[in-house]
């Protein structure tokens, strides 16, 4: 479990560390994984939609998730995202991959911003598509 103590994450449950995990106190800018799933889910207005750039701290590993346009039409705006480890991984998981695109689909809500309707990710599993019902 990770708790924010003066903006530095802290980690209060954990496993005995591995030596590849992040120190915890050197990841003062990052964000916890679920705002930062937030921030990348978030409805937006549509001058603010493809800007994300936004890095997150899971207790061992830093992972930036960014998104830039790719195509816009009246009913939806698609936008390139990536998916970066960036520090904390195996060297073993970096072999596997160090960037993941995804795409975010966005279509207009009633609200008058747009919303994800769509995620298609490739994972080293397999495809990945999320869509909102």
Known sequence: ????????????ESEEPDAHWLDPRSQG?????????WQLLRARDGDDLCRLDTVYFDGERRIRLTTSEDS??????V???????????????LKEGRTFPFEL??????????????IDAKTLRGRVLLIRR
């Not at 816009?72 to 705006?77: E, F, K, P, S, Y």
């Not at 966005?106 to 769509?118: L, M």
């Open 1 to 12: 479990m990770i708790a924010y103590r003066g903006g530095l994450p802290v980690l209060e």
């Open 29 to 37: 800018d990052a964000l916890d994984p679920l705002t930062a799933f």
């Open 72 to 77: 816009r039409a009246t009913d939806r705006v």
């Open 79 to 93: 936008c390139n995202g990536r998916y970066i480890r960036e520090g904390g991984f195996s060297r073993k998981a």
């Open 105 to 118: 689909t966005y279509a207009p809500a009633a609200s008058g911003h747009w919303q994800v309707s769509r």
